[in-house]
C-alpha cells in the first residue's frame, strides 16, 4: 500500500513562487506515472501535470510556462515548482502515484491534498 505526503503548500501573493513536494513510502515496487492534480469547491479535480518514471511530463495548458514538474526516482518524490502564481491557480493541489503490478493492474494512489491560496 502506498501512502503519499505531500507538503510546501501556503498562502502567497500574485507573481510569487511555491515547491510542491509529495514523498511516496510502503512499497518495494517502482512507482510509474506520478502528478498533481487540483481541486476548488464545488469543481471536478483537474489535471495540473503529469511525469512519467521515465521523465516525460504533461501539463495543462493554463499553467505552461510557468509550473515545472520533476521527480527523484531514488526517493519516490515528485516535485511542483510553481512560479508566476495567479489567484485562479487556488485550489487545494492533491498528488497521484500510479503504481502497475502483476498479477493486480493498475493501482492509483492520492495524497491528502495541500492548500495552496494565491491572493495579496
Known amino acids: 500500500q502506498v501512502q503519499l505526503v505531500e507538503s510546501g503548500g501556503g498562502l502567497v501573493q500574485p507573481g510569487g513562487s511555491l515547491r510542491l513536494s509529495c514523498a511516496a513510502s510502503?512499497?518495494?515496487?517502482?512507482?510509474?506515472?506520478m502528478g498533481w492534480y487540483r481541486q476548488t469547491p464545488g469543481k471536478q479535480r483537474e489535471l495540473v501535470a503529469t511525469i512519467t518514471a521515465g521523465g516525460v511530463t504533461n501539463y495543462t495548458d493554463s499553467v505552461k510556462g510557468r509550473f515545472t514538474i520533476s521527480r527523484d526516482n531514488a526517493k519516490n518524490t515528485v516535485y511542483l515548482q510553481m512560479n508566476s502564481l495567479k489567484p485562479e491557480d487556488t485550489a487545494v493541489y492533491y498528488c497521484?502515484?500510479?503504481?502497475?503490478?502483476?498479477?493486480?493492474?493498475?493501482?492509483?494512489?492520492w495524497g491528502q491534498g495541500t492548500q495552496v491560496t494565491v491572493s495579496s
Open positions: 510502503g512499497t518495494r515496487f517502482s512507482i510509474n506515472a
Open positions: 497521484k502515484a500510479v503504481q502497475f503490478r502483476l498479477p493486480y493492474g493498475r493501482t492509483d494512489y
